[in-house]
């Protein structure tokens, strides 16, 4: 039992390595990738591949993102020299993404629109007993007005825009990180930043590719 833990404790140190080599510099972020067991995710056949810097699939047409790529857009949450408070994540996907974030948040919901891996999401997050999080089934492009304002919004799908409700959900100060799509093949990743009630200053980033943002549930 004790080899095991190890085994898989270097697996994580390793993980985060490779998070550092792609460029993520925040040293919490990356703690964080260390923490979380990624294999404890997906389902065991993927279990070789866990600790890879790779998007694997989850079922339902949909994946587990990159590491590289989580943990640059919670980097790109993070202010200098303050903590992230409240956060809303848009796609729960298999919940990975959540227990990361659930390390650097003072509190997070996140919204999945398929049923089922909503389901999944609650029982692969139940062992670890995260007291910050909230899962929520529902469209995520609504987002969530009952808990807003948010200090930071991430999308773990790409639409042609980003959804006016929310924007208008984030807190002025708050920053809005989310894959945005040129056209049928190209992405780029935007992050919003809430300058005033009227104001919003976006800057864009990285090339990514990530499954496509959609409304209503299934």
């Known amino acids: 039992m004790k080899a095991n833990t190890e085994r898989l404790a270097g697996y994580r140190q390793a993980l985060a390595a490779k998070v550092l080599a792609s460029g993520v510099k925040h040293p919490k972020t990356l703690e964080a990738i260390a923490t979380v067991p990624r294999h404890a995710f997906m389902d065991a056949g993927m279990h070789p591949q866990a600790y890879e810097d790779t998007a694997l699939p989850i079922g339902h047409s949909q994946t587990i993102s990159k590491p590289s790529v989580v ?3 919670i980097e790109l949450l993070h202010k200098p020299r ?3 408070g409240k956060v809303l994540e848009i796609g729960t996907g298999c919940g990975y993404q959540a227990a ?3 390390l650097l948040a003072e509190e997070v919901y996140s919204i999945e629109r398929i049923r089922a891996l ?3 999401a609650r029982a692969k997050l139940r062992p670890f007993r995260i007291n910050n999080l909230r899962l929520i089934y529902g469209d995520g ?3 969530l007005p009952q808990a807003a304002p948010f200090d930071g919004i991430i999308l773990a799908a790409a639409g042609l825009g980003i959804p006016d409700a929310l ?3 984030l ?3 708050g920053r809005l990180v989310a894959p945005v799509a040129r056209n049928e093949k190209e992405q780029q990743l935007i992050m919003v930043e809430r300058m005033s009630s009227q104001r ?3 800057t864009v980033l990285d090339e990514v590719f990530f499954v496509p943002l959609q409304s209503g549930v299934v």
């Open 71 to 73: 943990a640059r857009m």
């Open 118 to 120: 909503h389901d999944m």
């Open 82 to 84: 303050s903590r992230l």
């Open 167 to 169: 924007l208008d959900q």
């Open 100 to 102: 990361v974030l659930s």
């Open 141 to 143: 492009i609504l987002g």
């Open 171 to 173: 807190a002025i100060g």
């Open 200 to 202: 919003y200053q976006r």
